[in-house]
């Protein structure tokens, strides 16, 4: 079992950066893909980023390529996304995931989910 915390969103003023963070439990951390996905309002929930156990294979939806960039540090149990150049359309609520699979396979899905974390971006 894994849990995830997400924490760092807020309000940031469109152009500007933010760089939001997932803590997780358990001592298999470092075995996990990782992800990011957001869900804005009345919208369904997308893929953002993901990266693979080692950090050696990272992944990004084509909105946000160039702009974000996912990273993890499995001394800490945590996964950040950095984010810049960011746009009012990045505004959503921005779920950390985790995944069983050593590598990102999107027709596998997520295995465990955090809360959320609110990301708005101001124009």
């Known amino acids: 079992q894994v849990q995830l915390v997400e924490s760092g969103g807020g309000l940031v003023q469109a152009g500007g950066s933010l760089r939001i963070s997932c803590a997780a439990s358990?001592?298999?951390?470092?075995?996990?893909?990782m992800g990011w996905f957001r869900q804005a309002p009345e919208k369904e929930r997308e893929f953002v980023a993901a990266?693979?156990?080692?950090?050696?294979?990272?992944y990004y939806a084509d909105s946000v390529k160039g702009r974000f960039t996912i990273s993890r540090d499995n001394a800490k149990n945590t996964v950040y996304l950095q984010m810049n150049s960011l746009k009012a359309e990045d505004t959503a609520v921005y779920y950390c995931?985790?995944?069983?699979?050593?590598?990102?396979?999107?027709?596998?899905?997520?295995?465990?989910w955090g809360k959320g974390t609110l990301v708005t971006v101001s124009s």
């Open positions: 995931a985790a995944s069983m699979a050593r590598d990102y396979v999107p027709k596998w899905g997520m295995d465990y």
């Open positions: 990266i693979s156990w080692s950090g050696g294979n990272t």
């Open positions: 358990g001592r298999t951390f470092s075995s996990y893909t």
